[in-house]
């Protein structure tokens, strides 16, 4: 029952059951799509400047995003303390300092446990360390639990899988870390703070029962309630609360980074927290960067029905019916605007759409010409691996859905470009 229940959740998390052949991978079979307006009010009016975009239009898109398709993030505060249960300085053969933060959200008289993991590094050197003394931080949710991030014992198993009460054997201690290149991250003087995103929200169809969604006073938001990615998303801000009252951490230079549903969040958390400097979005596909209308690889009625916990009750209605929808996803990415996006994508990736991840970054452009700064400068894609780094950055790579070195690179190349540091400074 156990190993059943952990195959399941595998098979949840990796997207191998939600990968069917019905979808149109045949650029030809796109349909004529006409994109919402992103610079016309719903009344009418032409945003030219940016005190009318951050005055009407803003507020406007992040509700019509929130009612449609994430939920509504409820204004009340939950309790949190945080308890350092854990710490090695020499982590990582010395590079780094490890903590091992535990969360414990409480409301309504539940209480909720998330385990950070944090790298903090020990050394800077060359350039960064005349510039730094506090250091730039990646945050970002891990898929299967702090434990398979590193072969390092001492790491704990998130909270989460501790309630699921499965023996260590089946937990794979390692087997993810090929998505976190810790030593590398740390060797470039970025700290990293990361967590099991089912700590936050379990990642299945009951899921909230176990959820962060139990300890706000009941919802009345109707088909506008939040789910799971409004709760990652809100979880990836408790993350940057707890960074920014640490002494090592510079809160002016936070990147969040998510990969495929965590990408999503990613982009939803970073239309909502204006702390989060760069936004990283990393393959996040459909309800992510990539355009619903172009109705290629994964569509809505597919995603809303193999994750019914994902999104606002709302976005179903547009199941089969993408041109109907008020709004697209190039005005997500608009809402990150004036700060740095970065959206990737990856060629053996259809699913996601990385055609439709790239058009609705370069669509969202127009928001950033109104603060003076570089969007993506044409409707054609670069090739693979030619990077473009502007104010909104974009990248494919070759390869399937995944998060590699490569990815990371380009991730880091990028801040330091942003943060003004080193080499790649002069962005
Ligand atoms: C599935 C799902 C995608 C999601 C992906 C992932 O493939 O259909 O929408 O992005 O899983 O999170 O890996």
């Not at 993408?322 to 996006?341: C, G, I, S, T, Y």
């Amino acid at each position: 029952m156990k190993r059943t229940l952990l195959l399941l959740l595998i098979m949840v998390t990796t997207g191998i059951y939600a990968q069917q052949p019905e979808a149109n991978y045949d650029e030809a079979r796109v349909p004529k799509y006409t994109l919402p307006e992103l610079l016309t009010c719903e009344d009418g009016t032409t945003v030219t400047t940016v005190r009318q975009w951050e005055r009407r239009r803003r507020p406007e898109l992040m509700r019509i995003m929130a009612d449609g398709e994430y939920g509504r993030t409820p204004k009340a505060k939950v309790k949190v303390r945080y308890e350092v249960v854990a710490e090695n300085r020499q982590a990582l053969n010395g590079k780094a300092t490890q903590q091992q933060v535990l969360f414990t959200f409480s409301g309504q008289g539940r209480e909720v446990k998330a385990l950070a993991l944090v790298y903090i590094p020990n050394h800077l050197s060359g350039p960064q360390q005349k510039q730094r003394s506090r250091v730039p931080v990646f945050i970002g949710y891990n898929f299967p639990g702090n434990h398979a991030i590193t072969d390092d014992p001492a790491v704990r198993f998130s909270p989460f899988f501790e309630r699921l009460n499965i023996d260590d054997a089946l937990l794979q201690r390692a087997r993810g870390m090929s998505r976190w290149p810790l030593s590398m991250i740390i060797e470039r003087g970025y700290a990293v703070v990361t967590m099991c995103y089912n700590d936050i929200f379990p990642d299945n169809a009951d899921g909230a029962r176990q959820s962060v969604l139990t300890l706000f006073p009941e919802n009345t938001d109707g088909d506008a309630r939040w789910q799971a990615l409004g709760a990652w998303a809100w979880g990836s801000s408790r993350i940057a609360d707890w960074v920014c009252r640490q002494r090592w951490a510079d809160a002016h230079k936070l990147a969040i980074i998510g990969h495929s549903r965590q990408g999503k969040a990613a982009l939803w958390a970073g239309a909502q927290d204006t702390r989060f400097e760069v936004v990283i979005s990393n393959e996040s596909g459909c309800g992510g960067a990539a355009l619903s209308k172009r109705e290629f690889g994964e569509r809505v009625g597919r995603i809303t029905s193999s994750f019914p916990h994902w999104f606002c009750p709302a976005f179903t209605r547009y199941s089969g019916r993408e041109q109907e929808l008020p709004f697209d996803q190039h005005q997500l990415l608009a809402l990150v605007a004036p700060r740095h996006l970065y959206v990737a994508s990856a060629e053996g990736d259809q699913w996601s759409d990385p055609r439709g991840e790239y058009l609705a970054a370069y669509y969202a452009s127009p928001v950033y010409a109104l603060y003076g700064l570089r969007g993506l400068p044409s409707p054609s894609m670069p090739a693979i691996h030619q990077p473009i780094h502007n104010d909104i950055a974009y990248h494919i790579r070759a390869g399937r859905h995944d998060v590699t070195d490569y990815d990371w690179l380009q991730y880091m190349d990028y801040c330091d470009s942003v943060f003004g540091y080193g080499r790649h400074a002069g962005h």
